[in-house]
């Protein structure tokens, strides 16, 4: 006697299998009920599920429904031959695959791997408004930028160092500002400096430990 779970669409469950291949329908699985399903000799499959109602809008839709690519070695697109080959500083996009998420994330997740992006020019565009727009990079060990020329734009620019920060230059240095305050922390909490500020100024010199705490950064619109 089976103990598999009945389709919850009460259908029949189907099973047709072939010498390198079977096809099924209605199993259930943790993805939902198997719509429709192909199987390989070798373990590979490629599976359509039914809603299971996760991350379902609240206004209904389509539905959720899953479709699951499975194999044990490479999967690998070959696109664009017919396509032309644009020439240098055209920036008119040719697209030879779209990804787009109407809703939802997109999650690219190596467990044991690298990911390595290789183009002519890579563009990271992050277009949110409010509280989002956001661009992250989060690294364990090291973040390196190697190129000719770098540059960094913005109305405002924080660099904080809890151990040491080092600026080399080889060639000509110039840094221009309409104000400047430079201070060794301990001139500035506890020597003459701090009284020669209250006196000298109005200017209140900002907080680094409360300016280097993530919470404290308000985001502008």
Known sequence: MS???APNDKQNVERDVHLRYSTQSGQ??????????????????FAFYADKGEGKSEGGGPGTGKAVLYTPGQ???VLGEGLKVRDAGDIQPV???????????LLIDCDN????????????????GGSDGQTCIDANRLVQIKSPDVR????????SATNS?????????????????????????????SRVLERATTIVPPNIDTATNPANIVQSD
């Open 113 to 128: 791997g690298d990911v390595t992006i290789r183009a002519r020019n890579i563009n990271l565009v992050a277009d949110g």
């Open 75 to 77: 999967s690998c697109e």
């Open 152 to 159: 960094v734009q913005a109305e405002k620019v924080l660099i």
């Open 28 to 45: 259930s699985s943790i993805h939902g009920d198997t719509l429709y399903e192909i199987q390989t000799q070798e373990s590979q499959s």
């Open 165 to 193: 920060a080092n600026i080399i230059s080889k060639g000509f240095f110039q840094l221009k500002y309409g104000f400047a305050l430079a201070a060794a922390d301990a001139d500035l909490n506890h020597g003459v400096m």
């Open 95 to 105: 697209y030879a695959k779209t990804i787009k998420c109407l809703r939802g994330d």
């Open 3 to 5: 103990n598999s779970k």
